[in-house]
């Protein structure tokens, strides 16, 4: 029977989530509704008796204390009622856990088609409010239409005896599982054919692929096991496999590059070959802590004699842009499998998130499909979820603001696990399934999950039709199974796993089985969601929280023993095999045949023409501005900047306790609200040694030239484990790009040679900048088309390209956590130095864009000379020269001399005069240029008066100067280069513009 049970807090207590939903209204349309209270709503569809039903209501769902429930309806005193709820065949994890929790309670199984569906109803008073206005309130603030559906109700339309009646999501599919043979005669018919599914096959690939259809042996082998023509399974798995985010196409492409200021021309072929996997390969030569890259899943480096840490990142941009709480969701807890497949599997330590969006005070025409507000509250939320819900820490994150992400948010995620370096004495990265091993998928069930979107477009809608192209992570479940797989892979029942994550069970299986020389899927033994799928649905579906293992059948009975201890759902669909081929069977019949050797078959190499413009020739030049008249207003601005201001509402919504292993913590200071340059984690809580890890972006720098911003980022993020602690010859990188489309289009894309060219400099720099620091990239990504099509004010549609971004994510071995370093002041007297120059370098900064301008001249990376100052900080900090340390990167001076401060809430008193520089061609520096200037390879440093000897004498012949003092009075002081006092303002008022995100996002 179905019965809707409805829960909500007693009408005495105070509603924290009607609370915040008030605020939200306020703060988002500027209405004022007078209360909000919330009723949760529990829909179970089940074979419960009544007794039962009443039992595990008032034993699993209610708190006596501070709840009511029943299974009528508990909504009174509103005047208006909104329900939202998931669409059919959205995950709706809230709903498993409670069919979880029925069965624990009752000591049985559920029973076959038990479900549990899960909504809220939204009870909003206030007589001022309108019918559009709740139509707004609930279409743009409580439901995204991609996964959700709502209805409304007026206080005169309720019905007191029925509510909202019983609102069953089920996924019915009135389809009997098909495999079509579809013919393609030609190369015309073959594009047509990918235009009509979405395969999104580039038409260079397109005759290869009708070539291997037309072998003779190709033909002969399937005629033999019943195929002719290919059918719509082979279709799909090659879509999947020569698509740009499986097969890296863009960067294995060939790129005639052409400078068009000087004429000079040269072919750039693979950017990956050159770029990341050349230098890579030759530092891993040189460091022998460098034991796994640029194959598995994630990167592995040694952290002591007897482990290895793993990293990797990616980016969740066009799900998070779709719908932003699932699409971030999905991606951390993805990017957590990733290090679960690494090796024979990695425990979690750490989860680490980069957001860049649209303005989120955006009021302009055009019309993004969620306002960057609502976008970030929804990115933000997700990965607070994968994380806290998972027993993941979230330590360390960054976001960053610009129009240009408007038409295409980014959602950088990263994590790090910990493995042993052997299991049972063979070592723990290496992996290769075997013929004869059987071919496991571990963990959640598949449906229309993550499918392209052909599945909307090819079905006529109705109630019971699923969400198919949304995921929804369920990070509940993937934690059973992290634990689940560690378990196994300890005694041994592991030969090799893997994720599944883009493509499915087609990348999963079908890269797996090329190490093993072969396999044999039969597609019906899937587990599934729901019937109706078709055959090629269950392939390449993304339907979240799924690994693929490779078990000896010697092995088999332990691994379903020890799957069903942690209750997770494991179940052999097939074989490996060696006889070169992927052969993939329904209901006993061959729906698929592929020779391995063909996803490796020489297709043509995608090719781009790259023309490059210096900043100069494109106009760009330093502005004429005159001397600031007032310091302290500008200081004020600068910390209100949306890229400066505090983020603690969104940093304190992560757990970054959980496990016990946060040394140095991402907020510091007396009060905890300051940003440190980097974390420090003791992934084992039985050692000392540590794990830094710091990230670093800086898009605006690209305006001008990407390979400055790339270069930028990467001496950033190293500074910033610098000054934490890291051990500087055991850095290690993960690069993620995110760049708008490069391929030519005289219509769509008219710069597309230009952006191409900015993607060739970039990677120079990666290059250029890996090499001279000795950094091994243990693992990274690319995701290509960052742009999007919005509507403005009259329906006219307006392309939007994000800027040529890479987020740089690095890690650094830390000998001992007890000498850790961080930014906060200590001690009043302590002396403030500087090091490093500081040169006229304010090009792409936040001080010129606050003012309107871009400016040329970009911080430049001189690697040779900063190393140097490097190795002697490093000497400094290992024996304690510092009191502090803090790098100087976006805002300049004078922004990270004020956090400092804040952290201490210690005054600090700043001489520019005494500021060491670089001057540009002769000139001398202002003091606004001096202040803002954003110029790499610098620090700010506070050191004890009974030092000062043995810390000068450490950096003599290197740039660095005594700047300033640390003051017992809480304020910052700035004298010019005059002498005379530029800022004089209390930390206290400081602090109060920084923190204005903060204030206004506080419940």
Request: net charge negative; glycine share 10%; charged share 25%.
């Amino acid at each position: 029977m179905v019965a809707r049970l409805e829960i909500t807090l007693k009408s005495h207590l105070f509603d924290a989530e009607g609370a915040s939903l008030c605020r939200k209204i306020r703060d988002y349309f500027g209405w004022n509704p007078d209360r909000i209270r919330v009723v949760h709503i529990l829909t179970l569809d089940t074979g419960l008796s009544i007794d039962e039903l009443e039992s595990v209501r008032r034993e699993i769902f209610t708190n006596p204390v501070t709840q009511d429930s029943s299974f009528r309806p508990l909504a009174k005193d509103f005047d208006w009622a909104i329900w939202v709820g998931f669409r059919p065949g959205v995950r709706d994890t809230a709903g498993s856990v409670a069919i979880e929790a029925i069965s624990d309670y009752l000591g049985r199984s559920p029973g076959s088609g038990e479900s549990a569906y899960t909504s809220r109803l939204y009870l909003l008073s206030g007589d001022t409010l309108e019918r559009e206005q709740i139509d707004t309130i609930a279409r743009e603030l409580l439901a995204n239409d991609i996964i959700q559906q709502w209805r409304i109700y007026a206080r005169s339309e309720w019905n007191e005896e029925e509510g909202i009646g019983l609102i069953v999501p089920k996924v019915v599919l009135a389809h009997t599982p098909t495999v079509a043979e579809i013919p393609v005669p030609s190369d015309e018919a073959l594009m047509a054919l990918s235009r009509e599914r979405n395969l999104a096959l580039n038409p260079q690939d397109v005759p290869v692929i009708r070539n291997y259809f037309s072998r003779t042996e190709v033909v002969e082998a399937r005629k033999a096991v019943g195929l002719s023509v290919p059918t719509d399974v082979e279709l799909e798995a090659i879509s999947q496999a020569r698509s740009d985010h499986c097969n890296h196409n863009t960067f294995r492409g060939k790129f005639h590059y052409r400078d068009l200021a000087t004429g000079e021309s040269q072919v750039v072929d693979n950017l990956f070959k050159t770029c990341i996997e050349a230098p890579t390969l030759t530092i891993q030569r040189q460091k022998d802590w460098v034991v796994s890259v640029l194959w598995d899943n994630a990167g592995l480096a040694r952290f002591d004699e007897e482990h290895n840490y793993a990293i990797t990142g990616e980016t969740h941009n066009s799900p998070s842009n779709m719908e932003a709480y699932g699409g971030s969701l999905t991606g951390i807890v993805g990017i957590y499998r990733d290090i679960m497949g690494t090796g024979k599997g990695a425990r979690l330590v750490a989860g680490l998130y980069g957001y860049c969006v649209g303005p989120r005070d955006y009021a302009g025409p055009l019309r993004p499909h969620l306002h960057p507000r609502r976008l970030l509250d929804g990115i933000v939320e997700g990965v607070r979820d994968g994380g806290n819900k998972h027993g993941v820490p979230t330590p360390f994150g960054s976001l960053f603001f610009h129009p240009s992400y408007l038409g295409k948010c980014l959602v950088f995620v990263a994590s790090l696990g910990i493995m042993p370096g052997k299991i049972l004495g063979e070592p723990s990265d290496q992996k290769c399934p075997r013929p004869g091993d059987c071919i496991i998928m571990s963990g959640g069930r598949v449906g229309k999950d993550g499918i392209h979107g052909v599945t909307a477009s090819s079905e006529i809608y109705s109630a019971n039709t699923p969400a198919g192209h949304v995921q929804i992570g369920d990070p509940y479940t993937q934690k059973k199974m992290h634990d689940f797989l560690l378990e196994a892979r300890d005694e041994g029942l592991i030969t090799f796993i893997t994720d599944n994550g883009g493509g499915g069970l087609s990348s999963s299986v079908g890269e797996s089985a090329q190490f093993a020389g072969g396999a044999y899927v039969e597609l019906d033994k899937v587990p599934l969601k729901y019937e109706g799928l078709d055959v090629w649905e269950i392939w390449i579906s993304e339907s979240q929280e799924r690994m693929t293992v490779a078990v000896d059948p010697s092995h088999l009975d332990r691994f379903m023993e020890l799957s069903r201890k942690h209750e997770v759902e494991s179940t052999v669909i097939g074989y490996y095999k060696g006889d070169g081929k992927l052969q993939l069977a329904y209901d006993g019949r061959t729906c698929a045949q592929l020779d391995l050797s063909f996803f490796s078959e020489d297709f043509p190499q995608w090719q781009f023409d790259a023309h490059w413009l210096p900043p100069e020739s494109r106009g760009l030049q330093e502005p004429v501005l005159g001397e600031p008249r007032d310091y302290t207003k500008l200081l004020h601005a600068l910390l209100e900047s949306p890229n400066i201001c505090s983020r603690e509402w969104i940093q304190r919504q992560y757990d970054h306790e959980v496990q016990g292993g946060s040394v140095v913590k991402f907020l510091t200071g007396r009060e905890r609200d300051v940003p440190n340059d980097a974390v420090v984690l003791r992934p084992l809580l039985e050692s000392n040694k540590g794990l830094a890890v710091s990230q670093s972006l800086n898009p605006t720098y690209s305006v001008i030239d990407t390979y400055d911003m790339v270069a930028a980022s990467i001496d950033e993020a190293v500074r910033r484990l610098l000054a934490v602690g890291a051990v500087l010859e055991e850095i290690g990188g993960v690069d993620n790009f995110c760049w708008p489309s490069i391929q030519y289009d005289p219509v769509q894309n008219p710069d597309g040679r230009y952006k191409a060219a900015q993607l060739v400099r970039a990677n120079w720099a990666l290059r250029d900048m890996c090499l001279a620091y000795g950094i091994p990239l243990l693992s990274g990504k690319d995701s290509m088309y960052v742009d999007g099509h919005l509507p403005g004010e009259f329906g006219e549609r307006h392309k939007i390209s994000g800027l040529p971004t890479m987020q740089f994510t690095a890690t650094g071995v830390v000998s001992d956590v007890r000498k850790c370093c961080t930014m906060e002041a200590k001690i009043a007297g302590d002396l403030v130095y500087v090091l490093g120059n500081t040169a006229n370098e304010l090009g792409g900064s936040e001080y010129y864009d606050l003012m309107g301008y871009v400016g040329l001249n970009v911080p430049k990376v001189n690697a040779e000379a900063f190393w140097p100052l490097y190795k002697a900080l490093e000497r400094g900090l290992a024996s304690g020269l510092m009191a502090s340390c803090h790098g100087i990167y976006r805002g300049g001076l004078g922004v990270h001399a004020t956090m400092v401060a804040f952290a201490s809430h210690l005054g600090m008193i700043l001489d520019l005069a005494r500021v060491p520089r670089s001057s540009t061609g002769g000139m001398q520096l202002r003091d606004d240029q001096i202040l803002f200037s954003e110029s790499c390879g610098r620090f700010l440093v506070t050191v004890s008066p009974s030092r000062q000897k043995d810390f000068e004498s450490l950096f003599k012949g290197l740039p660095y100067a005594l700047v300033g003092k640390i003051t017992e009075e809480p304020q910052l002081v700035i004298k010019g280069e005059g002498g005379g006092i530029l800022v004089q303002e209390p930390l206290a008022l400081l602090k109060r513009s920084w923190r204005q995100f903060t204030q206004v996002d506080a419940d």
